[in-house]
């Protein structure tokens, strides 16, 4: 079996040294050093996080269901699709559920795995679940105090402008729109 030269330089690079920078109610920061086979030796400041989940809630009428929440990081009120982070040895379709009825009040009959994928694999090691969620009922579940949660119901066509006029800029919700649309189509 053939390796790429990312492979080869990453089996041939041992990290010398971790050290942890923060420890976060979720995240975790540390700084490895890590030394290449030229004796090269670098510091990589990395982003620990447990990982999460986002649901593409789908209506009876066919129309998403997103949040428009706060982000502090952000320093604005952002459209996104309901999603969490996982908790300590948490199954993801567990805290799919738990985050859906949270965030929307609602329980889907139906949850689908999509696709996975790392939000920033540069920094932060937080790998993302999108899941579908269909046959909605009315199941709420009270979230955290701090989450001021509006819901906004769109179609996929709305969405759709709403990504492209750079009105929905969050990353997740960016990426399960244009699954979904790539799946309708």
Same mark, same amino acid.
Request: glycine share 6%.
């Given at each position: ?14 990290? *010398? ?11 975790? *920061? =540390? ?21 999460? =989940? ?12 997103? *949040?428009? #929440? ?26 799919? *559920? ?8 609602m329980r889907a009959i139906h949850i689908t795995?999509?696709?996975?994928? !790392?939000?920033?694999?540069? =920094?932060?090691?937080?790998?993302? !679940?999108? !899941?579908? /969620?269909?046959?909605? $009922?009315?199941?709420?579940? =009270? ?15 709305? /969405?759709? #402008?709403? $990504? ?22």
């Open positions: 079996m053939s390796h790429s030269k990312a492979q080869e330089k990453r089996e041939r690079a041992a990290t *010398v040294k971790r050290k942890q920078v923060h420890q976060g109610k979720i995240i975790e *920061v =540390v700084q490895d050093e890590m030394t290449f086979d030229n004796q090269l030796t670098k510091t990589f400041d990395l982003i620990l996080h447990p990982g999460a =989940v986002a649901l593409i809630p789908i209506t009876a009428e066919g129309e998403i269901i997103f *949040v428009k #929440q706060w982000r502090r990081a952000a320093q604005k009120i952002l459209i996104e699709l309901p999603a969490g982070t996982l908790e300590k040895g948490e199954d993801p379709i567990d805290c799919a *559920v738990r985050e859906l009825r949270e965030e929307t009040g795995p999509l696709t996975g994928f !790392y939000s920033a694999p540069g =920094v932060l090691s937080e790998y993302l !679940y999108l !899941y579908l /969620a269909k046959e909605l $009922v009315h199941d709420p579940l =009270v979230g955290d105090d701090t989450d001021e949660i509006d819901l906004l119901t769109l179609s996929l066509e709305e /969405a759709r #402008q709403k $990504v492209h006029s750079g009105e929905i800029q969050d990353a997740k919700t960016i990426l399960g729109i244009l699954w979904l649309s790539q799946q309708m189509q």
